[in-house]
C-alpha cells in the first residue's frame, strides 16, 4: 500500500521496555503524580506524532493527546499490567483524535472528484502514472515520509481519515467502519478513492524528482 510503505507508523516499545511498564503502571494506580509526569514524558511525542495525522493544526494535535491521557489516567485502573503501554496509549489517541473529527463542527468538504484519475472507454488511465522511485538513505525516505503526510492533510477528511485508519494505523475493515460509524462498503469506497487521489497528488512530485 502506498501510504504505509511510506509513512511508517512509529514502532512501539520493545520488549524489553514493555517489561519495563509494571512499576510504572503500578504507580500509576497508586496515583503517584511523579508518575503522571513520567508517562507523558515517556509517550507524549510518539502520541504527538500519531495525532498530527489526524489534525494538520498542532493546536488540535495538542489538545487530542490531552483528552487522549485523560482518558488514559481515568482508566489506568483496568489496564492489564501484562500488555504493553505503548499499544495501549496509542489506540487511546487515535479514538480520541476520532471523537474530536466527530465532534468538531465540519465545513463543507472539497470535492475528491478532482483528484481522481480519468479512464477512457476501455478503462485505460488516461494520463500515465510515474513509477514509485527507489529511496535510498534515511534521508530520503524521511523525506519522502513527511512529503507525504503533508499530500495525506489535503484530501478531504472524510477520505484522508479512513486512509489513516486503514494504511497508517491498519486497521480493518469492520474495525475502521466501526470506529467511523459507516458501512463496510463505505469504507472501501472512500479508501479505494483515498488512495486513487494520493496517487494523484503524489505523481507531480515524483516526475519533479526524476527530472
Request: glycine share 6%; hydrophobic share 45%.
Amino acid at each position: 500500500m502506498l501510504a504505509s510503505s511510506a509513512v511508517d507508523a512509529e514502532a512501539f516499545a520493545s520488549p524489553a521496555a514493555a517489561s519495563g511498564d509494571g512499576g510504572l503502571v503500578r504507580r500509576l494506580k497508586a496515583g503517584d503524580e511523579e508518575a503522571y509526569a513520567t508517562l507523558v514524558g515517556l509517550h507524549g511525542g510518539r502520541l504527538l506524532a500519531v495525532a498530527r495525522r489526524f489534525f494538520p493544526e498542532t493546536e488540535d494535535a495538542r489538545d487530542a493527546v490531552q483528552e487522549a491521557f485523560l482518558s488514559a489516567f481515568r482508566a489506568v485502573g483496568s489496564f492489564e499490567e501484562n500488555a504493553r503501554l505503548s499499544t495501549w496509549l496509542h489506540r487511546i489517541v487515535v479514538n480520541a483524535c476520532l471523537m474530536k473529527l466527530r465532534s468538531r463542527r465540519r465545513k463543507p468538504e472539497e470535492p475528491i472528484e478532482p483528484l481522481l484519475p480519468a479512464f477512457d472507454e476501455l478503462g485505460h488511465r488516461t494520463a500515465p502514472v510515474a513509477p514509485w522511485p527507489d529511496l535510498h538513505g534515511e534521508l530520503e525516505r524521511k523525506q519522502a515520509a513527511a512529503r507525504v503526510r503533508e499530500l495525506i492533510h489535503r484530501l478531504p477528511e472524510s477520505y484522508r481519515t479512513v486512509l489513516l485508519l486503514r494504511d497508517i494505523e491498519e486497521l480493518g475493515t469492520a474495525q475502521a467502519a466501526e470506529a467511523l460509524g459507516i458501512s463496510e462498503n463505505a469504507v472501501k469506497i472512500r479508501l479505494h478513492r483515498a488512495r486513487q487521489a494520493l496517487r494523484t497528488l503524489l505523481d507531480p512530485e515524483i516526475r519533479k524528482g526524476d527530472a
